[in-house]
């Protein structure tokens, strides 16, 4: 069955940096175009980035463009994000979750089949 674990998540002052982390199985993971959401204290979700089969194509939100890298390891079946600067706003919980084949929009819920349980990501000083 499909499983996506996340882990990496934790306490951070603002400025700094953390690498969050999500082991994808049972399924071709290289063939799948990801993305990381995240929910907010108030229970929002929020996409906030995609990537796409290969690695070499990589999307943002505004919020985080700038300040956050999404990278994949298809040797691996693990998904990565690099978080910089971060801020308070910025507390959540990280989801990963694989897009499905046919979808179109990268920042909307429906378009995800899959989503891991999360880590939560706090950033206060």
């Known amino acids: 069955q499909v499983q996506l674990v996340e882990s990496g998540g934790g306490l951070v002052q603002p400025g700094g940096s953390l690498r969050v982390s999500c082991a994808a199985s049972?399924?071709?993971?290289?063939?799948?175009?990801m993305s990381w959401v995240r929910q907010t204290p108030g229970k929002r979700l929020e996409w906030v980035s995609g990537?796409?089969?290969?690695?070499?194509?990589?999307y943002y939100s505004d919020s985080v463009k700038g300040r956050f890298t999404i990278s994949r390891d298809n040797a691996k079946n693990t998904l990565y994000l690099q978080m910089d600067s971060l801020k308070p706003e910025d507390t959540a919980l990280y989801y990963c979750?694989?897009?499905?084949?046919?979808?179109?929009?990268?920042?909307?819920?429906?378009?995800?089949?899959?989503w891991g349980q999360g880590t939560q990501v706090t950033v206060s000083s």
């Open positions: 979750a694989r897009k499905k084949r046919l979808s179109t929009l990268w920042g909307s819920i429906e378009s995800y089949d899959y």
């Open positions: 049972g399924f071709t993971f290289s063939t799948y175009y």
């Open positions: 990537i796409n089969t290969g690695g070499g194509s990589t």
